[in-house]
């Protein structure tokens, strides 16, 4: 595989400006989604940023996402607030959700709101994390676009990989921040052992006897594996019921499986607590406490095979401060894929 | 073992309510604190109800637990309080968290409170449960009262089994109860093995050069494992963030083996979120919405080796009627050291 050639933030962030605002989404909404797709890639979250670009287009030219959404406040008390959709590209649905419940923590200490008649809106850490700049914890949690997850013991796969994110400010360390799927393996990284015809360690998926599948190319006769058996399908159950059901968003058998099909309404839900550390304490002493618990684990002598203890949070960090550098990757497939687009829209290609 | 004999779950409480008061705890604190212990008897959680009742008391003559505590809010805003239980048994401080989050979500929609200078308070899944009545969900957290889990690739064990719970109400269907810790077995779980002189199974624990460590009399020797590696690592940190550190209570080093040590004071934090579904729908329609999705997942094929499917909180459902019908169990080893506990309180016997 050649090496991938590098773009600066902000010429991703306006190539995808442009085709948003060529395929008729209104400019401040593009502005909005471009800003935030960028921010996954530069955060090393690639296939969740420019990547996912094609995909929405096509799903809007396919009548299965509104170009013009108008966003609603369905209900609201002064702790939370649920914000709908409208079908429309789900960062804005989510980033209005993470406005509202940070204005509303930093009166009432903490708020939550979330979502319904969303859709995909890129990695869950993106959102968790902007709570930080207002000194402010954030919790994420969403409704998966897919359901490869069955329940414990079972072979239905009424479950996605829901995953949980969560900030939290520090003083000099970097942030931390926990990103994670319920399952021991996201859909996407045994898309990548397929790519690159490499067998999958046991324990990301079993088949339908519930022996190991090792052979990425066989995935579909199998399924994924949740973290720690029970607990983690205990743990995709209770996101999906807190990010979906709650807020009247498909969950279980209502999911569409968005990479199968453009046209049909996901009414995705999504979901995020702010909590002003304010409200609890001093915040230079939290930020102080937290640094110091990273440096006792920091500290801590490495098992063998293991050079240095990592936070959650520390190779998003390294890989932005990179990207921030030298620009973000795009690999030539993906660049390929970006031209196609680009030209089909009349926009500039990306290089 | 004989089989072991059973009590009335008022009989438990009331014995429980006659050593606390006679160890010198006030009345209505002894009131709480003793429904509280049977509570998660009835519900099968016997490693956190009675079976911690000498080691309770024998913390309060040791001077680390205050008898009693004036139970104070140390921060508090629309929608968060911060409780600090005085060093009291855990139970008070976390139960008037929970009352306090409860009234504060029924006008806010929303609400989290904390807790600090708290002691070990029993099974989490007995606070979650509270909010039901009310129709709300609830979310507990806390920080685990002894180090069994190094952070992921090292061997200082810095971090708690720190568990979850999540309960959600249903209609017609058992409600959710979601109670695990974020290690893919509890500590409890490896001193049953070792009582047993039975082996463990592979994936509980490692020692310290990362091989697994599958005798349970070496069980100081090792580590607990993490489920899924580094997310239930991350897991455990994140929740010992939130129900620790940001109340200003102890976690990571701070944490005092309350096994080891009877005397120091343990700053134990916990805290709880309330959530009130009438603020973002209407509750049957919730309500029936879960229903259905335990339906679905209940309906699912099962795997070779599986009979039915499982909802959490199904298997102490049937704990607790059984229970309810025939009685709570109490092992004679536990019973035996019940008298000796009675007899030196001056109170009688529990059977």
């Given at each position: 595989m050649s090496e991938p050639q590098r773009v600066s933030q902000a010429a991703l962030q306006s190539f995808i400006y442009n085709c948003l605002v060529a395929e008729d989404i209104p400019p401040d909404d593009a502005a909005v989604v471009s800003r935030l797709m960028a921010e996954a890639d530069v955060n090393g979250s690639d296939g969740h940023g420019v990547f996912r670009l094609a995909q929405y287009i096509e799903r809007i030219q396919a009548g299965g996402m509104n170009r013009r959404p108008q966003l609603t406040v369905v209900s609201e008390r002064a702790a939370m607030a649920l914000v709908d959709g409208d079908n429309g590209l789900g960062h804005l649905a989510v980033n209005r959700a993470v406005e509202i419940a940070m204005e509303k923590a930093a009166t009432t200490g903490v708020a939550w709101a979330g979502t319904r008649m969303s859709n995909h809106a890129g990695p869950a850490g993106l959102y968790a994390r902007m709570p930080l700049r207002k000194d402010m914890i954030g919790i994420y949690m969403a409704v998966g676009n897919a359901n490869h997850l069955p329940p414990w013991g079972g072979t239905d796969m009424l479950l996605s990989t829901n995953p949980i994110a969560v900030a939290v400010p520090t003083k000099s360390e970097t942030p931390i921040v926990l990103d994670m799927a319920t399952t021991v393996a996201a859909?996407?990284?045994?898309?990548?052992?397929?790519?690159?015809?490499?067998?999958?360690?046991?324990?990301?998926?079993?088949?339908?006897?519930?022996?190991?599948?090792?052979?990425?190319?066989?995935?579909?006769?199998?399924?994924?594996?949740?973290?720690?058996?029970?607990?983690?399908?205990?743990?995709?159950?209770?996101?999906?019921?807190?990010?979906?059901?709650?807020?009247?968003?498909?969950?279980?058998?209502?999911?569409?499986?968005?990479?199968?099909?453009?046209?049909?309404?996901?009414?995705?839900?999504?979901?995020?607590?702010?909590?002003?550390?304010?409200?609890?304490?001093?915040?230079?002493?939290?930020?102080?406490?937290?640094?110091?618990?990273?440096?006792?684990?920091?500290?801590?002598?490495?098992?063998?095979?293991?050079?240095?203890?990592?936070?959650?949070?520390?190779?998003?960090?390294?890989?932005?401060?990179?990207?921030?550098?030298?620009?973000?990757?795009?690999?030539?497939?993906?660049?390929?894929?970006?031209?196609?687009?680009?030209?089909?829209?009349?926009?500039?290609?990306?290089?």
């Open positions: 859909y996407g990284k045994v898309k990548t052992k397929a790519q690159r015809g490499e067998p999958m360690p046991e324990g990301w998926m079993i088949d339908r006897m519930g022996q190991p599948l090792t052979d990425p190319q066989r995935a579909d006769e199998g399924f994924l594996l949740p973290i720690g058996g029970p607990k983690g399908y205990g743990l995709a159950l209770i996101f999906g019921l807190l990010a979906g059901t709650l807020n009247g968003a498909a969950f279980g058998k209502a999911v569409i499986d968005f990479n199968a099909d453009s046209k049909s309404t996901t009414n995705t839900g999504q979901m995020i607590i702010a909590v002003s550390v304010e409200a609890f304490c001093d915040v230079d002493a939290f930020k102080e406490a937290v640094d110091q618990v990273i440096v006792d684990i920091r500290s801590s002598p490495t098992l063998p095979g293991f050079d240095s203890i990592r936070l959650p949070g520390e190779r998003a960090h390294s890989v932005r401060l990179d990207n921030e550098a030298r620009g973000i990757p795009v690999h030539g497939a993906l660049l390929e894929k970006l031209h196609v687009l680009a030209d089909s829209l009349g926009v500039e290609r990306l290089l």
